[in-house]
């Protein structure tokens, strides 16, 4: 009777404990800021969207959350756009223009202009220049960010007409 007593407990607690993990959620998703530009940008925006390539770096795309046209992932935190974002004030610093700011650093890759910026840790910041809206690129996990941004060049191109962004 003793034995049949401890594998109840013992059935009851492994029941518990399945339970538990079964309903906790390790979530792994990213989160990202959703912009809000004004109509045009949003529609070049929500273009981008559509233009965006399904893989970025060996990457899948995995959106972070909330879902929204104006941001997309991909490699859950590792690669995080949002579009529509206001421009940087390290975009009009005079000490970036003459390369004086070790931090950011101006740039190009495949014809889309890039302002980069270390954030910190293993994650830099890019965001277009000389586009009609800012598209903002972090990537993150130390990985080499030129595969990043070559991938993600023709969407921008096809997408973000050169111009000024206001």
């Known amino acids: 009777m003793n034995s049949l007593r401890h594998r109840h407990a013992v059935s009851s607690a492994l029941a518990v404990l399945i339970t538990a993990v ?3 959620s390790a979530d792994d998703s990213a989160s990202a800021a959703v912009p809000s ?3 045009k940008v949003t529609k070049l925006c929500q273009n981008l969207d559509k233009a965006l ?3 970025v770096d060996g990457e899948s795309r995995d959106d972070p959350e909330p879902a929204s046209e104006l941001t997309a992932g ?3 935190v590792a690669i995080i756009l ?3 974002v ?6 009009a610093d005079p000490k970036v223009a003459n390369g004086n700011d070790s931090d950011a650093v101006p740039g ?10 270390k954030q910190g840790g293993d994650t830099y910041r890019f965001t277009t220049a000389n586009r009609e809206a800012y598209v903002e690129v972090r990537v993150s996990d130390g990985r080499d960010s030129t595969g990043v941004l070559i991938d993600l060049a ?3 191109k096809k997408a973000i007409p050169e111009g000024i962004a206001f």
Request: net charge negative.
């Open 22 to 24: 079964g309903c906790s």
């Open 154 to 156: 023709p969407a921008v």
């Open 53 to 55: 390539p399904a893989t």
């Open 74 to 76: 991909w490699g859950g």
């Open 82 to 84: 949002r579009c529509g």
């Open 86 to 91: 206001e421009r940087p004030p390290k975009m």
């Open 108 to 117: 190009g890759v495949n014809g889309v202009d890039w302002l980069m910026e």
């Open 37 to 39: 530009p004004d109509a």
